[in-house]
């Protein structure tokens, strides 16, 4: 079951562009998710510290409107398949600056050390020209 306070809902007007990346930071097996529901299982895009930041996700320009949910997973160890996933703690800072380019920095605790830098994702709205 997925906690709602912990995840990140990213909201793209039809025709704007959405860039992701990603970093991580963390000892413990840590992944992020993208989903186009929170109830649904099936994710759009994946990353982790095992597999790698990986390149930028780009959704550009939106076909339509569009709401994508983000979610941070963690294992309690560095690495052991026998344990389940969590989901992780999450904390969202949106940056407006003076031209129209949202900047969000949306950060995961996988519960060791309260940092929220285990896994960093950093994302750019930019309005259709």
Same mark, same amino acid.
């Given at each position: 079951?997925?906690?709602? $306070?912990?995840?990140?809902?990213?909201?793209?007007?039809?025709? !704007?562009? +959405?860039? +992701?990346?990603?970093?991580f930071?963390?000892?413990? #097996?840590?992944a992020? $998710?993208l989903? &186009?529901?929170? #109830?649904?299982?099936?994710?759009?895009?994946s990353?982790?510290? &095992?597999?790698?930041?990986?390149?930028d996700?780009?959704?550009?320009?939106?076909? #339509? !409107?569009?709401?994508?949910y +983000?979610?941070?997973?963690?294992k309690?160890?560095?690495?052991?398949?026998? +344990?389940?996933?969590e $989901?992780?703690?999450?904390?969202?800072?949106?940056?407006?600056?003076? &031209?129209?380019? $949202?900047?969000?920095?949306?950060?995961? #605790?996988?519960?060791? !050390?309260?940092?929220?830098?285990d896994v960093v994702?950093?994302?750019?709205?930019?309005? &259709?020209p």
């Amino acid at each position: 079951m997925v906690n709602p $306070q912990w995840v990140d809902t990213i909201f793209v007007r039809k025709g !704007d562009f +959405l860039s +992701l990346s990603f970093s991580f930071n963390a000892d413990y #097996e840590n992944a992020v $998710q993208l989903y &186009r529901s929170p #109830e649904d299982n099936n994710w759009i895009d994946s990353r982790s510290n &095992r597999g790698g930041a990986g390149p930028d996700f780009r959704l550009a320009p939106a076909k #339509e !409107d569009t709401w994508l949910y +983000l979610i941070g997973w963690h294992k309690g160890a560095i690495y052991n398949p026998h +344990l389940k996933w969590e $989901q992780s703690k999450m904390r969202s800072v949106t940056d407006y600056p003076p &031209r129209p380019v $949202q900047k969000t920095v949306t950060s995961f #605790e996988d519960g060791s !050390d309260n940092d929220y830098d285990d896994v960093v994702c950093t994302y750019f709205i930019t309005p &259709r020209p």
